[in-house]
C-alpha cells in the first residue's frame, strides 16, 4: 500500500485535465486525521528552482517543518514562469487547503513535467474536491496517487520497510533528467515512526546522498526535484539506527526502479570505484565517468571500452595514476596497471548483454571507494528528449 502503508496516511490521484492525453496528473498524500504532522524535505540544487520548491520550502519555514499534505501535479513543472509560477503554486496549496478546512500554509506543493511553460491552474482548482473526496487509507488510494505523478515513467514507483512497531511508506516519479545532488524526480515518504525534527531532516539528508545522489542518467539537475518526509508519529518508534537502514533501503530501491525505468535505458550498470585517497575522491570520480555519454553509449553497445572510463578519470580534478587502474566488467578483468589485460571476450559479450551489470575500477591503494548508480544511453532517450509534446 505505499504511502498508505504507515498509520495516519490517506492517499489519492485523479486526472484533473492538466494532461492533454487525460492521463492521470494531479495527486494528494495528506494527514488522516486532518492535523499537522512533522514534515522534512530535500530539494534541487538547481539555482533555476521551480515555483513549487520556493513555496514548499517557504511553508515549511513558516509552520516549523509542520504539513497537512502534499499536492502533486504531473504535466506540467511550473517552472521559469516567474510571478504567476509562484502564484499558482500557492494557488494550488490554496485550493486544497480550503478542501481540508486547513492555511495553505500547511499544504506542500510539488509539480513534475515541461520547464518554461506556464501552468494552467484552473483544472487543479475545479479537481481539488473530487481529490481531497476520494482520499482513501488503503492500496486503491496509493496506487492512484503514484500513477497520477508519472510523465515519462512507465510503470509507477513505490517501496516500503516495515519496522519495530512502525512502518515507511513511498511513491516516486523519474525517468530522465537524473543527476547527482538529486536524481526529474518527486518523492513523497510517509511513517508513523516518532521521530523529532532534527532527526528526521539529518536522516533524510543521509538517505538521499545514499541513493538518489549517486543516481546518474544524463548528467542533467531538474528544477523540481523533491523528497518530502511526512511523520504521523502514530506508531510505537524504533531505533534511529534501524530507521536510518529502512529509510536508506527505501530511497535505494526508489533509485534502482528509477534507473531501470529511465528513458531509453535497456540496462542499469553499478560503477564503483575504490582505492582512491578518500571516499569522496571516489566519488566524483564514479560520477564523472558514470555522467559520460561515451561510457553510457559503450555500455548500450556492451562494449567493455575501459579506455573511456580511464579518460574521465583523468579529468575528474582529484588525484589520478593511470598506471594503478585496474577495471572489470561483470567480474571479468580487462584492464591492470593501466594497460589491457588478457580476458574472453566471448564470456564478457554475453556478460554484459545483461540487464545489469557491475563495473568495477581500482585506482590505488587508498582507503576511499563509491558507488554510483546508471545507465546505458540509447536512441530511444534521443528520441524521447529531441521534443517537448
Known amino acids: 500500500m505505499t504511502v498508505t502503508i504507515p498509520k495516519g496516511f490517506v492517499a489519492n490521484g485523479i486526472a484533473c485535465g492538466i494532461k492533454a492525453s487525460g492521463a492521470p496528473d494531479l495527486t494528494l498524500v495528506a494527514s488522516e486525521s ?14 533555476a528552482a521551480a515555483a513549487p520548491v520556493k513555496v514548499s520550502k517557504r511553508h515549511l519555514q513558516s509552520t516549523g517543518n509542520r504539513a497537512v499534505a502534499v499536492v502533486l501535479n504531473s504535466g506540467n513543472a511550473n517552472a521559469a514562469n516567474g510571478e504567476k509560477g509562484m ?15 486547513i492555511s495553505l500554509e500547511l499544504v506542500l506543493v510539488c509539480s513534475t513535467g515541461l520547464i518554461g511553460i506556464p501552468l494552467d491552474v484552473a483544472p487543479i482548482q475545479r479537481g481539488a474536491a473530487e481529490l481531497t473526496a476520494g482520499l482513501e487509507a488503503n492500496e486503491a488510494g496509493a496506487v492512484r496517487a503514484a500513477r497520477a505523478i508519472m510523465t515519462t515513467d512507465t510503470v ?48 533524510l539528508r543521509e538517505a538521499v546522498e545514499h541513493s538518489f545522489n549517486r543516481l546518474v542518467i544524463d548528467g542533467c539537475t531538474s528544477t523540481n526535484d523533491t523528497v518530502i518526509l511526512l511523520c504521523s508519529g502514530a506508531g510505537e518508534g524504533g531505533s ?104 574472453d571476450a566471448e564470456k564478457l559479450k554475453v556478460a554484459m548483454d545483461k540487464r545489469e551489470i557491475l563495473v568495477t575500477c581500482k585506482v590505488g591503494k587508498g582507503p576511499g571507494s563509491a558507488t554510483v548508480t546508471t545507465t546505458d544511453l540509447s536512441p530511444e532517450y534521443i528520441a524521447e528528449n529531441m521534443r517537448t509534446s
Request: hydrophobic share 45%.
Open 156 to 203: 509507477p514507483k513505490t517501496a516500503s520497510f516495515t519496522g519495530t512497531g512502525y512502518s515507511i511508506g513511498s511513491i516516486a516519479k523519474g525517468a530522465a533528467m537524473l543527476a547527482p545532488n538529486m536524481a526529474t524526480m518527486l518523492s513523497v515518504i510517509t511513517t508513523d515512526a516518532k521521530i523529532d525534527a532534527d532527526l528526521a531532516q539529518y536522516l
Open 34 to 47: 486532518g492535523e499537522p504532522m512533522l514534515a522534512v524535505a530535500v530539494f534541487t540544487q538547481n539555482l
Open 240 to 343: 534511529p539506527d534501524e530507521f536510518r537502514e529502512g529509510l536508506i533501503s527505501v530511497c535505494n530501491s526508489l533509485a534502482d526502479q528509477m534507473a531501470m525505468d529511465a528513458e531509453g535505458a535497456h540496462k542499469l550498470v553499478r560503477l564503483s570505484v575504490a582505492g582512491a585517497a578518500s571516499d569522496q575522491d571516489a566519488l566524483v570520480l564514479a560520477k564523472k565517468a558514470a555522467g559520460s555519454q561515451l561510457v553510457q553509449c559503450s555500455f548500450y553497445g556492451s562494449d567493455p571500452y575501459w579506455g573511456r572510463l580511464a579518460s574521465e578519470f583523468g579529468t575528474a580534478g582529484v588525484d589520478f595514476d593511470l598506471d594503478q587502474l585496474e577495471v572489470s566488467y561483470q567480474g571479468i578483468k580487462v584492464a591492470s596497471g593501466g594497460v589491457a589485460a588478457d580476458h
Open 87 to 101: 502564484r499558482d503554486a500557492e494557488a494550488m496549496c490554496a485550493a486544497i487547503g480550503e478542501q481540508l478546512g
